[in-house]
């Protein structure tokens, strides 16, 4: 995120309480910050409020996913700060909240929110369908962070596809607070779009 430009536009998709939102806008990065769980988006929205952060990033209680409509989000655990929360429109839980769903490529095509230059998805579960429902829009996005399950057959996934679309990965860092446990496997990676590095 150091690398970023003033100027250039950052979407944090799956932002919870807005830790990588409040470090893009102290850089003077516009930012637009995705949180559907009712818990964080409340904090979100005060800690944007707090830091006078509303000038540079607009929060919005959606979640983002490969089609657009009405479903559900099933929490993983109530309160501020909840992760492993996932947007679906079929599955069930004990705890769900009412959620409605939008793709990057409608929000850009419809002109509702600035085309993004730098993306971060952390959303335990949809990332193929976020990504999917970005089909045209990716081409312009110049890097993307990402949370990743390597081992997993959706983590390779997601890494195909984006090397299809002409991302690279630059850097992967494994999660420090799933290191030392059966999920040795998830990382956060960096793609870069080589379409600008070339």
Partial sequence: M????????FWDIGANI???????????????AFEPSAYNFFVLQKNIDINRFNHIITAYPIALSNSNG???LLLSEEGIG???????TDKRS?????????????LIEQGYIPSPDHIKI????????????????????KSILIEINRDSSEGKEIITYL???KFTSESKNQLVMVASSHCNAFFNYIFKNTRFTS
């Fill in 94 to 106: 004990e705890r769900i909240q009412g959620s409605v769903s939008f793709t990057i490529d409608t």
């Fill in 163 to 165: 090397e299809k679309n």
């Fill in 18 to 32: 807005g830790c990588y939102s409040l470090y893009a806008a102290r850089r003077g990065i516009q930012t637009a």
């Fill in 2 to 9: 150091d690398s970023f430009k003033v100027g250039e536009m």
């Fill in 122 to 141: 952390d959303v335990d579960g949809i990332e193929r369908d976020i990504l999917s429902g970005a089909e045209k829009s990716l081409q312009s996005v």
């Fill in 82 to 88: 909840g992760a492993d929360n996932t947007f679906s």
């Fill in 70 to 72: 009405f479903g559900k």
